[in-house]
């Protein structure tokens, strides 16, 4: 497997292609499409690197939030003191830091107790930042003057999710990405193999949490102004959930999917309805789990495989959750 | 000393939703995220009996926890059976249940939001002081405690004395045995449901008395019990109580010792310790 297949080729020119379309987005519209653009570029990127862990492993993480809110913070607290790239750096270090003491806690045992404390990390940071800030700095949100304007933000997160993606994929020619699918199989036989379960575990979740900070870390010159509600805002951790397994959480790019028709409903619903948000997400998590298990992605590729029913199957797709 | 009375009364709340919880998780094997909505649903009806009808809120509790049992029961029946049907291993009915009662709980919230709004609601009952050792409290915090410890009394009788509280202990143990010795599984783990659901409503309406509640809270308090019920060992009853009664004293103490922004920092603190030590709970059994 060490050699690009075509279907790899042919899938990196559409992506190069589609990047290339979209980084020219803000030669063409520098108001409403573009911030649009740069919502959905946010969640792309999240919820790639999202998937990076949740996908293969099934545990359903919450902790997008506390590393997004991180991140923003690191450039919040430094940008007097040192230049911006250096701090998105410092942003991806502290949010790796954090989701391995989080996964080094929890991510040995069952994967409820992952799902409880992932629940509240958020809010557990944002009390804590929340309190030294008071007790320390003696004041509750933090200035964020930079040139960094619309444009270079969306550049950066287009970065960013090809960098995840590229990630992705090498990790999934690595030996981690082979263990992490026995793991995802069946965790008793992975062990079994000779697999450190949890240490390759714990590791994928630290990338996917640096990927996650460095998100937040790009999103803080574009808040101006910082407070912990808004940086560890919960919505942003559920949403990011919803969007990757609506798209399907099988394929890399399956969040996709999901995120592009999310956002703008999103949009739609925060601009018009703002009192309807929650009763939206909540039908958006029940409609995942009754009617699109595997997410839209899985559902097109059972359509798919119902079509060629008659002819032999072509070296069958690894099934691991079926409907 | 204050500290140790102040949170043992509120501990008694604690009890109640991490008792009704463990129910939920322990017998019918459902994680309901939804949980901490159907306390809050509670304080609501008991707030709207109250001021519209005078309706004394303990009384108010003979409607609010069949009220919750049937609801429950029907959420059980009738969304989440199917999952447990569906699903080839618990793994995956961990997941999805996981996000059924997410999605309840966004939908349950989203309905409360739009019917109350976000405001912080409370009425007076039994705001009098009640001498304990030589320090007051508020009588309705006493009362609640009180009835709260008759509840969870009854749910013992129920659960170690009577025939169908056996079963439930059964399906606790292992559906699959329980299945053998001819429980019916599916129903007894309905009933588990309902009345987790009912004694969570009870906490919700008690807690009402006392507390300013709005319509977001939920969240906060599926938390709460959530790491009450993992301290207390999943399906332990006794060990929820006695977690209960350590979440509420420690909450207390750093509220009024260190600063009260702090109290979700010092539950973590205490899972954290708790995952660290003894993941299988207070009076957990090592599992295999």
Known sequence: MTRLTTEEIRIGVIGAVVVALVALLPFFDNGFYLSLTVNIMLYAALCTAWTLFSGPTHYVSLATAAFFGIGTYAVGLGIDHLPFPVLVGVGAVAAALLAGIVGAATLRISGVYFVVFTLGLAELVRQLVSWSQSKFTGRMGLYVFTDIREMHILWMLLALTVVVFLTGWLINRSRLGF???IIGNDETVAKHSGIDTARAKILLFMISGAFIGIAGAIMAP?????QPPSAFNPMISFLVVIMALLGGTK???GPLVGVIPFTIL????????PNHTYIVMGIAFLAIVYLLPNGVTGRLEQLRERLRHRQPKPEAVSEEKPA | MTILVTGILLGGTYALIAMGLTLQYGVARIMNLANGETFVAACFIAFWLFTAYHINPLLGLLVIAPL???VNGAIYWFLLKPLVDRAKNRGQLEVDSILATFGLLFLLQGLMILGFGGAYFSYTFLAERFVILGSAY?????????????IAAALYVYLFHTRQGTAVRAVAVDPTSANLVAIDVARTAMIAFALGGALTACGGALLSTFYTFNASMGVVFTMKALIIVIMGGVGDVRGAVIAAMVLGITETAVATLIDPGLTLAA??????LVLM??????FGRQQS
């Open chain 1, 179 to 181: 263990a992490m699918e």
């Open chain 1, 222 to 226: 574009r808040y101006a102004y910082i």
């Open chain 1, 251 to 253: 394929r890399l790019w």
């Open chain 1, 266 to 273: 999103m949009d739609i619903v925060s601009s018009r309805f």
């Open chain 2, 68 to 70: 919750a049992f049937v």
């Open chain 2, 138 to 150: 508020g009588l309705n915090r006493v009362v609640a405690f009180a009835v709260a410890a008759i």
């Open chain 2, 267 to 272: 539950t973590y603190a205490l899972f954290i």
């Open chain 2, 277 to 282: 030590v003894r993941p299988q709970g207070i």
